[in-house]
């Protein structure tokens, strides 16, 4: 795991600033502690932090083919990289490492652009081709590895794995994309391929981007998630599931320096674990984060798996007074980005740092087999739909939605406001409103008039929308996994995991985001991942949970979910409250421009008197403050 950046004149041939590139190369050294290395010609300069992991001694970079007319920097892992080095050597092409580095440049010679297709791993990297004069830059599939680009008013693209590198370029554009704020309120970040700037990009995930001097730069999709051809049946699912994801996981356990696993006492986790420990002849690192408050610790579970396969087991308690990150996470991740479980994803990346360079995660799990509430909601939500024509559903439930109070203080199922809202909707509008930090409605009164007029009609279900007509399939259940992989996936989750772990100089890897894992569980009946089960309710994910039970408790397996999130809402009325009124109404809130002042002091007001429960917003809101203080 590494950071990569360049320089590249697009029109003429003029000399790179040596110092300018190591400059700002260096703002991401955390990145890679191990190593940096540089490469000059008159088009391009290539820089590179390294975290070594695999050949620690051969695998310096920019790395170089046989006569040194390709150079490549290179962040991520290729896991099928031995297999590529015996077919490359067939084909004539002399190796002078061990490194999957190496795989990259003399892949490129051989297949050219499509080479990228034959990499089974989490990447980005840059190969530039002296004889060709390209620069060729591609990101893996699903978008594991970050990579970042601006063009210049002086005609050159700027590019790295973290967009701090470009910030500190003088050249770069910094003004801010105006709908960047829309699109963090609903999201909490900022949907690839934009950023919070409006000359910044991020190469969207399965895309690739080829440079020639001269010519129009173009980016190009390379992969997708295919509708499957047939569905697995039960029986076939469960008989190969196992087998599946053994692999996936025994590929990840390449490694010259020590691994080791997170362990949350999720099912996710657990399968990861129990998956280690068959597959490893010693003990399994592992690793956990808990709190104080008993229903968000989820530590106990946790030290049940470890108990089970033995592993070597530490863990860290968060509790209210751990919060001197905050003012970091603007740092670490460089726009506004509001999952609070960023929090605690550092802590636990900081406690793995301290006896592992690898671990291993369960990220992935309730994206590709159906395991979030939402998931479920949206498949009641869609049969009411499928029932009633829109054009009664629409004005009976949109009356309900508006009627209906908001009862925050409610048990679940009187809290009907927001499912009548739903109804009302078309199944991608619904979907974009239970995902929404602040559905529509929400941030109508959070946003100034000015504002509002500012987006002159922009909506951030437009980026769903998007994906949406691109999807494969119209199955309920698989639409929404493949929104969630387009964007919630790439935006959120792999975006907290990669800023988190290589602030800590971890590298994370994710046997469940496999491509080829990802291409057969999506073959699962979507029946089969979300089914009501007799004495345990409807259950997501139950295919995954049930070809898990020989190897994960069933009380671990079935229990309620939890997710790896923080108690913000009880926070934000004792130890955090003086810090959250004083960043949601400093002056750089105020005047921005953005928001309706007064609607903000009432939010904070309700939430303080136990009126409303405002937690999820009022953290999307210290995030947003404080990246505004930086501006």
């Not at 709908?179 to 690839?192: A, L, N, Q, R, V």
């Not at 129009?216 to 295919?226: E, G, I, V």
């Not at 979300?530 to 079935?558: C, M, S, T």
């Not at 923080?566 to 004792?574: D, E, G, K, N, V």
Request: proline residues 5%; negative net charge.
């Amino acid at each position: 795991m590494c950071g990569i950046a360049g320089i590249f004149n697009l029109y003429q041939s003029t000399p790179i600033q040596p110092e300018l590139l190591k400059t700002i190369n260096r703002r991401q050294s955390h990145r890679g502690p191990d190593d940096e290395g540089y490469y000059f010609d008159s088009f391009i300069g290539l820089a590179h932090r390294r975290l070594s992991i695999i050949d620690l001694s051969g695998g310096h970079q920019p790395l170089f083919n046989e006569d040194g007319s390709i150079a490549v920097v290179f962040n991520g892992e290729i896991y099928n990289f031995q297999s590529l080095v015996t077919e490359l050597k067939q084909a004539g092409h002399i190796f002078s490492t061990y490194s999957d580095t190496e795989v990259i440049v003399h892949a490129w010679e051989e297949w050219g652009e499509q080479a990228v297709t034959r990499f089974r791993g989490m990447f980005t990297f840059a190969i530039w081709d002296t004889n060709r004069r390209q620069l060729f830059i591609a990101r893996d599939r699903l978008g594991k590895k970050p990579l970042f680009y601006s063009q210049t008013p002086q005609g050159q693209l700027v590019f790295a794995s973290e967009l701090k590198v470009l910030l500190e370029h003088p050249d770069v554009n910094l003004t801010l994309r105006p709908e960047m704020t829309e699109d963090f309120f609903m999201y909490g970040y900022i949907p690839d391929p934009n950023t919070a700037y409006q000359h910044i990009f991020k190469l969207e995930a399965g895309h690739t981007m080829l440079l020639t001097p001269g010519e129009q730069l173009r980016t190009t999709p390379y992969w997708d998630l295919a509708a499957p051809e047939s569905c697995l049946s039960w029986e076939q699912a469960q008989s190969s599931l196992i087998e599946q994801l053994e692999e996936a996981v025994k590929i990840r356990l390449i490694a010259d320096v020590p691994l080791g696993a997170f362990l949350s006492g999720g099912v996710d986790s657990s399968a990861i674990v129990s998956m280690m420990a068959r597959l490893q002849n010693h003990p399994v690192n592992t690793c956990a984060i808990g709190f104080n408050e008993a229903e968000y610790d989820e530590s106990e579970y946790a030290q049940q798996i470890a108990q089970q396969y033995k592993t070597k087991h530490t863990s860290h308690i968060v509790d209210a007074d751990d919060v001197s990150l905050i003012k970091q996470l603007n740092d670490i991740y460089d726009e506004p980005y509001a999952d609070s479980s960023a929090l605690p994803t550092y802590r636990v990346c900081q406690l793995a740092r301290k006896s592992v360079k690898v671990a291993l995660s369960g990220d992935g799990g309730d994206e590709i087999f159906g395991g979030y509430r939402r998931h479920k909601m949206h498949l009641a939500e869609q049969k009411v739909r499928q029932m009633i024509p829109s054009r009664f559903r629409k004005p009976i439930f949109g009356s309900l939605g508006k009627l209906y109070p908001k009862a925050d203080w409610a048990p679940r199922p009187l809290r009907a406001k927001t499912t009548f809202q739903s109804l009302a909707l078309n199944q991608v509008e619904a979907y974009a409103s239970s995902i929404s930090k602040l559905r529509v409605d929400e941030r109508e009164q959070l946003f100034s008039p000015q504002y509002r007029q500012q987006l002159n009609g922009y909506n951030g279900i437009d980026q769903l929308t998007h994906h949406a007509h691109k999807a494969p399939t119209n199955d309920p259940l698989k639409l929404i996994q493949y929104l969630d992989i387009k964007t919630w996936l790439v935006g959120d989750i792999l975006t907290k995991v990669d800023r988190a772990s290589m602030a800590n100089s971890l590298e994370v890897r994710a046997p469940l985001l496999d491509h080829e894992f990802i291409e057969w569980a999506y073959t699962v009946n979507s029946q089969d991942n979300i089914r009501n089960v007799q004495g345990k309710g409807v259950q997501g994910k139950y295919a995954f949970k049930k070809a898990l039970e020989p190897y994960v408790n069933q009380d671990i397996l079935y229990r309620p979910k939890m997710g790896f999130s923080m108690p913000i809402s009880q926070w934000f009325r004792t130890s955090l409250k003086q810090t959250l009124y004083n960043s949601v109404l400093s002056t750089n809130m105020l005047d921005s421009g953005y928001f309706n002042v007064s609607h903000l002091k009432q939010m904070l007001q309700e939430h303080s008197d136990g009126y409303r429960d405002h937690g999820a917003s009022l953290w999307c809101l210290l995030m947003f403050s404080q990246f505004m203080m930086k501006q």
